[in-house]
């Protein structure tokens, strides 16, 4: 069975610094990967997937991946934070196999002026 | 193009009650995912339904339960409802492609379960 870890349950950054989250995943076989965001209130929408293929992998809002399998993770970063990006952030995994995603326990992101 | 829609969006019950959670899935799409978001957590998937059956259950009791309909809507079921059934209940949509398939969810804005 697949599982996610994201380390650090809550991120506080300034507006232009560098968002970085981070993401470890366990599954016997490459799983398909997302992040997702959660604005307050609010359902999920997916920032961005990697599947196959280029291992960089460029979403929304300026956000981007790095699938690296000898290290098991999927980081997400942003080069420049804006008060915008205030939200919650899960990672997820699907085993190819499979049908239900399994998310991580989320990260908190706060922007400080 | 209208996205995954849920209905109602809040919802107040008292333990013991019965409730139903109706989802409309993204245009084009033909299979429903439900999942159960408890306060400060990820999600936690609950089944998906495709071709009017369910097609995978997650670690839920039988207290929950679901339908699809012919147009591919559908509905989540929960009996007996106790205090930690208390949860954002999220519905997510999709477009089957085989097992294997590069499949994505698209959620919808979710439903808001209060039980006292």
């Known amino acids: 069975a697949q599982s996610v870890t994201q380390l650090g349950s809550h991120v506080s950054v300034s507006e232009g610094a560098l968002v970085l989250l981070r993401c470890n995943y366990s599954?016997?076989?490459?799983?398909?990967l997302f992040w997702y965001v959660q604005y307050p209130n609010q359902g999920l929408q997916l920032l961005l997937k990697?599947?196959?293929?280029?291992?960089l992998v460029k979403g929304i809002n300026g956000f981007e991946a790095e699938f690296k399998k000898s290290e098991t993770s999927f980081h997400l970063t942003k080069p420049s934070a804006h008060m915008s990006d205030a939200a919650e952030y899960f990672c997820a995994v699907r085993h190819p196999n499979d049908y239900k995603l399994s998310f991580g326990a989320g990260t908190t992101v706060t922007v400080r002026a | 193009d209208a996205g995954v829609t849920q209905s109602p969006t809040h919802l107040i019950k008292t333990r013991g009650q019965q409730v139903t959670l109706r989802c409309s899935p993204k245009s084009g799409h033909d299979t429903v995912s439900w999942y159960q978001q408890a306060l400060g957590q990820g999600p936690q998937f609950i089944f998906q339904y495709y071709e009017e059956e369910e097609r995978q259950r997650g670690n839920f009791p039988d207290r929950f339960s679901g339908h699809q309909f012919p147009n591919y809507s559908s509905e989540l079921n929960v009996n007996a409802l106790l205090l930690g059934d208390s949860a954002l209940y999220l519905c997510?949509?999709?477009?089957?492609?085989?097992?294997?398939?590069?499949?994505?969810?698209?959620f919808g804005p979710g439903t808001r379960l209060l039980v006292l």
């Open positions: 997510a949509s999709s477009s089957f492609r085989g097992l294997a398939g590069e499949e994505t969810q698209y």
């Open positions: 599954s016997s076989v490459p799983p398909y």
């Open positions: 990697y599947t196959t293929g280029a291992t």
